[in-house]
């Protein structure tokens, strides 16, 4: 086994006390996430979604990264293979852990596009409907740099590159019900990889794992990290 890539989801944050999309905390204000992450919300009315993300990008400032984020940044530093981790999260709980070799296939709520001028840029505090491009100084078109519904999940040809060459894939706290995301472990599957999933329930897309380890992650990934590592210093791995 050389090649690993892991899928993490909103239930590796839960135990940060970030909430999860789904679930019966899974409301904002009485909103699903469905009807406030999609362009044509945020045409229709954008105070509502600035508000949205704008409340989230405060909480995450009064959070840390939790034991799973932790592992998973102890298995990029020590993993000898090739490692891809793709978060659909936007918060930055995995680079603050440490994690490097880490993407954001849904954007991230730390940054701002300008839908002005195109540019992306690191955004701190609310941003609202007056907010200022810092490259362009256009005021009210930046957005948060989020990928909504219908929008195309970012870096996607990297990722499908990493899915077919991978050894082992592992997914982590996602329900499974978006998509393209949970079509990764068919992907995976069909290119010879062994397939793992760690979430409190089993999710939508259980059956087509080859093994499903139900519990928390921040107790789950731990011990499975120290499984993977140990069995890598074990048997060197063949480059
Ligand atoms: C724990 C735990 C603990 C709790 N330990 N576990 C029909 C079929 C196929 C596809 C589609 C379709 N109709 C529409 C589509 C496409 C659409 C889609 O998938 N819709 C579904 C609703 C069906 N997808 C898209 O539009 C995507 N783009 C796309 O397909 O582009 C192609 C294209 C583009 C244009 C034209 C044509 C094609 C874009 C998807 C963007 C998703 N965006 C969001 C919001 C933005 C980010 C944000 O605000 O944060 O991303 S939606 C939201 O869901 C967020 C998440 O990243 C995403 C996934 O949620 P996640 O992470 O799985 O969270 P939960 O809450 O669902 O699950 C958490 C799990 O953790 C649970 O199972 C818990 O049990 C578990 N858990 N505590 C371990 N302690």
């Known amino acids: 086994m050389k090649n690993i890539v892991l899928l993490t989801g909103a239930g590796v944050s839960a135990e940060s006390g970030l909430a999860t999309f789904r679930g019966p905390y899974g409301l904002w204000e009485g909103h699903r996430v469905e009807d406030v992450a999609t362009p044509e919300a945020f045409r229709r009315d954008p105070g509502l979604v600035h508000a949205f993300y704008d409340a989230r990008r405060a909480r995450l400032e009064t959070v840390k990264p939790n034991a799973a984020h932790a592992a998973l940044a102890r298995l990029d530093a020590e993993w000898p293979g090739e490692l891809l981790l793709v978060t659909q999260n936007v918060d930055d709980l995995h680079e603050r852990a440490g ?34 491009c810092p490259s362009c100084g256009e005021q009210g078109q930046v957005r948060p740099d989020i990928v909504w519904f219908g929008e195309m999940p970012y870096e996607m040809e990297r990722i499908d590159d990493a899915l077919q060459a991978c050894d082992l894939f592992l997914s982590i706290g996602t329900s499974g019900a978006v998509y393209p995301a949970a079509g990764f472990v068919q992907t995976a599957r069909h290119c010879g990889a062994r397939t793992l999933e760690i979430n409190l329930e089993p999710s939508l897309g259980s059956f087509m794992f ?23 210093h074990s048997r060197p791995i063949s480059r």
């Open 210 to 232: 080859d093994e499903s380890r139900i519990g928390k992650a921040g107790e789950l990934v731990p011990e499975w990290v120290d499984e993977v590592l140990q069995s890598a």
């Open 99 to 132: 994690s490097r070799r880490l993407l954001h296939m849904h954007g991230e709520l730390t940054k701002g596009w300008c839908l002005a001028c195109g540019e992306r840029f690191r955004w701190r505090g609310p941003m609202g409907e007056d907010a200022c």
